[in-house]
């Protein structure tokens, strides 16, 4: 998390600074927040400083923008940017399991380059087995099951399976 997104997370964690934001989103009137105007003005200026609010006219207005613009700046995480392989798996797994198997190739490969990685190379596993593991990820553990074959991730031979391809952690 930067150093940005800290800051405005730290200002909603004051009490008076969040009613106030409340206030503006909810009414549009920071005065609605239950404060003094000390405090409210104080809140004003560290909302202003954050770019949750800012002037409009003889009042003030919220901007929940400011969320989405966070956000968007920090969809990387700390190592930087997203890679391409990153974002298919942000797109498609959600909780660990596929929204829906991609149907370009190309990102079906990543998934199932992610999904290979659960089988050890050089064990074999029964039919049974390789099911739990693929159900885990798609209620259609056949297709994933093919598609893992035909790209020569997994192979087959009288019902056991073994990891014949992917990439391996050294």
């Known amino acids: 998390m930067d150093g940005e997104t800290r800051r405005v997370l730290g200002l909603l964690s004051q009490d008076d600074t969040l009613r106030v934001l409340a206030a503006l989103v909810l009414t549009g009137d920071a005065g609605t927040a239950g404060l003094g105007e000390q405090p409210v003005e104080r809140a004003l200026d560290r909302l202003r400083r954050g770019g949750l609010a800012e002037p409009d006219g003889d009042g003030w207005r919220a901007r929940p923008e400011r969320f989405a613009e966070l956000l968007r700046a920090t969809a990387g995480d700390a190592s930087g940017p997203l890679s391409p392989e990153e974002r298919v798996l942000r ?7 596929l929204r829906e198997i991609p149907s370009r190739r190309e990102k079906r490969l990543v998934i199932l380059h992610h999904i290979v990685t659960l089988f050890e190379p050089g064990r074999r596993y029964p039919e ?4 739990v593991y693929l159900r885990a990820f ?29 990439p391996v952690e050294v």
């Open 91 to 97: 797109n498609f797994l959600v909780d660990g399991r």
């Open 128 to 131: 049974k087995e390789v099911n």
């Open 138 to 166: 798609h209620h259609d553990h056949a297709a994933l099951r093919r598609y893992l074959i035909d790209e020569g991730l997994l192979s087959r031979e009288d019902a056991v399976y073994w990891r014949s391809g992917g």
